[in-house]
């Protein structure tokens, strides 16, 4: 089993920057693939960006557009995305999920755990 704690939402100008974090604990971090996903109300939940077990590949879904950036720390059991130059529709319920599929990082199939979410507010 695996525990995972997202933080760093909030409201923020468009324009502006945020970085997310998600904590893991339970199994080893460093045998899942992480991703991150974005939710709005009626609407599916959508990938934003992946990342491998070791970090080494990382994977977006167009609409970044080079604007964030994922990361982990397999020391602290963390990942992490930095979100730059946020955009209103940006806005969305942010959340991080683990994977041992080992691939299939678009797809929210393939993620076996999941956190509970990180409101992120993007104003005009």
């Known amino acids: 089993q695996v525990q995972l704690v997202e933080s760093g939402g909030g409201l923020v100008q468009a324009g502006g920057s945020l970085r997310l974090s998600c904590a893991t604990s339970?199994?080893?971090?460093?045998?899942?693939?992480m991703g991150w996903f974005r939710q709005t109300p009626g609407k599916d939940r959508e990938f934003v960006a992946g990342i491998s077990r070791s970090g080494q590949s990382t994977y977006y879904q167009d609409f970044v557009e080079g604007r964030f950036t994922i990361s982990r720390d397999n020391a602290k059991n963390t990942v992490y995305l930095q979100m730059n130059n946020l955009k209103p529709e940006d806005t969305a319920v942010y959340y991080c999920?683990?994977?041992?599929?080992?691939?299939?990082?678009?797809?929210?199939?393939?993620?076996?755990?999941w956190g509970q979410g990180t409101q992120v507010t993007v104003s005009s």
């Open positions: 999920a683990a994977s041992n599929a080992g691939a299939g990082y678009y797809d929210s199939d393939k993620y076996n755990y």
């Open positions: 339970g199994r080893t971090f460093s045998i899942y693939g």
